[in-house]
């Protein structure tokens, strides 16, 4: 069955950085192309892209919030896609969400994506 978790979430001063992961089981990196992407969620607000990454890594997309700050990268060998966040900020505060969709191309939009994690929550405090 397939499955995203994602992990690495926690409170952290701003200023600090976190890196999360997200591991996927079930679903074939080394057999099909697999968009990956990274959202999250603060509570009243609507889901919000981040970060996305095509089934190489060739190609990575970033939101104007978090460009130059967060970074994507996938290792497909061990099924995993990581978000590096430095320089944290209280309104980076929310749930973060990871994301796959069978395609060659990016994740842009919510619309489509395959497969959702549950979650993990990240807390910056100021």
């Known amino acids: 069955q397939e499955q995203l978790v994602e992990s690495g979430g926690g409170l952290v001063q701003a200023g600090g950085s976190l890196r999360l992961s997200c591991a996927a089981s079930?679903?074939?990196?080394?057999?099909?192309?697999?968009?990956m992407a990274w959202f999250r969620q603060a509570p009243g607000k609507e889901r919000e892209l981040l970060a996305a990454i095509n089934w190489s890594g060739a190609g990575k997309y970033y939101a104007a919030s978090v460009k130059d700050r967060f970074a994507i990268s996938r290792d497909n060998a061990k099924n995993t896609v990581y978000l590096q966040m430095n320089s944290l900020k209280p309104e980076d505060t929310a749930s973060y969400y990871c994301?796959?969709?069978?395609?060659?191309?990016?994740?842009?939009?919510?619309?489509?994506?395959?497969?959702w994690g549950k979650g993990t929550l990240v807390t910056v405090s100021s």
């Open positions: 079930g679903l074939r990196f080394s057999s099909y192309a697999y968009g």
């Open positions: 994301a796959a969709d069978r395609t060659t191309g990016l994740i842009l939009t919510t619309d489509g994506v395959d497969y």
